[in-house]
């Protein structure tokens, strides 16, 4: 059976986007993200209502969003690991909209990418988020048929958890204070992606 990976996009292979955001167009209410806040449908309404305040659209965020680039060694690291003989598969709580930049710099084809989408109004206002899950990343693991020997999943923050915890190797990787004293004992703790690579040398086959 294919080894597979489950990785998350912010914070693990880019930068996290709505800090960039925040800080590009002075708004300290978009700073905020799931390594401070739990529920996260509850933080995309409140980013809703801070771009409506703001009168921010999508397009000016998509125009912000392409002058930033992936984590230092982000695109070598997937190639790493799938010459170790994983399976990519991006399991990211951010959007479409959003993500199409980073992918084609990451090289990593859409119909691996399991994430969400934006909705607009006719002025490209978001108005709605249409979710792909509704409980959690996990959701996406339990598709798969896996040797639990042979999967492993990487994320930074609290909407990380349910996926870190059902494979048999979950990477928490670089975690605020905040998220690490939450984080389950069975969860290996990373700094950097050399960390990953050393752990799965000595874990996985």
């Not at 300290?28 to 801070?50: G, W």
């Not at 988020?129 to 042979?150: A, C, F, M, T, W």
């Not at 389950?184 to 086959?205: C, G, T």
Request: charged share 25%; glycine share 6%; hydrophobic share 45%.
């Amino acid at each position: 059976m294919n080894k597979v990976a489950f990785i998350d996009m912010e914070g693990v292979l880019v930068p996290e986007i709505w800090k960039f955001l925040a800080k590009r167009l002075d708004i300290s209410e978009l700073s905020i993200t799931t390594r401070e806040v739990e529920d996260y449908q509850k933080l995309m309404l409140y980013r809703i209502a801070v771009l409506e305040k703001y009168q921010i659209t999508l397009p000016k965020i998509q125009s912000i969003i392409g002058q930033l680039n992936p984590i230092e060694g982000a695109k070598e690291f997937l190639q790493a690991l799938k010459m170790k003989g994983f399976e990519i598969k991006i399991v990211s709580d951010c959007f479409h909209e959003l993500l199409e930049g980073f992918l084609l710099q990451l090289e990593v084809p859409m119909d691996t990418v399991y994430c969400h989408r934006l909705q607009v109004d006719g002025a490209g206002y978001v108005n709605k988020v249409l979710y792909s899950r509704q409980h959690g990343k996990h959701e996406i693991i339990e598709k798969y048929p896996l040797s639990l020997g042979n999967s492993m999943a990487i994320g930074d923050a609290f909407n990380d958890f349910s996926m870190l915890e059902a494979v048999s190797h979950g990477y928490l990787f670089s975690p605020s204070k905040e998220v690490l004293g939450k984080a389950l004992p069975a969860f290996n703790v990373v700094n950097d992606y050399q960390e990953v690579i050393d752990s799965i040398n000595m874990k996985i086959v």
